[in-house]
């Protein structure tokens, strides 16, 4: 599986981001994703996840409410729709790829995932 995310850039607090991650290599419907970030001196930390169909998701507390994660199967792609953005939401933002087929749920842990893509710099300025 080769994952692709893109759609990062700077933007003032209170702005919207929509990241992408496009996705290729197995059938893409076959598998959950997650969107992880990662700030400078911090912690890899989880985002959000969907399962493979999309009926199920996680989100972090913190951007519960602002931040909708979704998938186009058909276009073996998924989103992080961003807004209400602010300056703690600054880091590189990771996509990545659960292929499990015994679980049909969103992740929240790293150590499920099994492909991560390049990731993509997500700056909120204040």
């Known amino acids: 599986v080769q994952l692709q995310a893109s759609g990062g850039g700077l933007v003032q607090a209170g702005g919207s981001l929509r990241l992408s991650c496009a996705a290729s290599?197995?059938?893409?419907?076959?598998?959950?994703m997650g969107w992880f970030r990662q700030a400078p001196g911090k912690e890899r930390e989880i985002v959000a996840a969907?399962?493979?169909?999309?009926?199920?998701?996680y989100y972090a507390n913190s951007v519960k409410g602002r931040f909708t994660i979704s998938r186009d199967n058909a276009k073996n792609t998924v989103y992080l729709q961003m807004i209400s953005l602010k300056p703690e939401d600054t880091a590189v933002y990771y996509c990545?790829?659960?292929?499990?087929?015994?679980?049909?749920?969103?992740?929240?842990?790293?150590?499920?995932?099994?492909?991560w893509g390049q990731g993509t710099l997500v700056t909120v300025s204040s």
């Open positions: 990545a790829a659960d292929v499990n087929v015994g679980r049909n749920t969103a992740q929240a842990q790293a150590w499920a995932y099994d492909y």
């Open positions: 969907i399962s493979r169909g999309g009926g199920s998701t």
């Open positions: 290599g197995r059938t893409f419907s076959s598998y959950a």
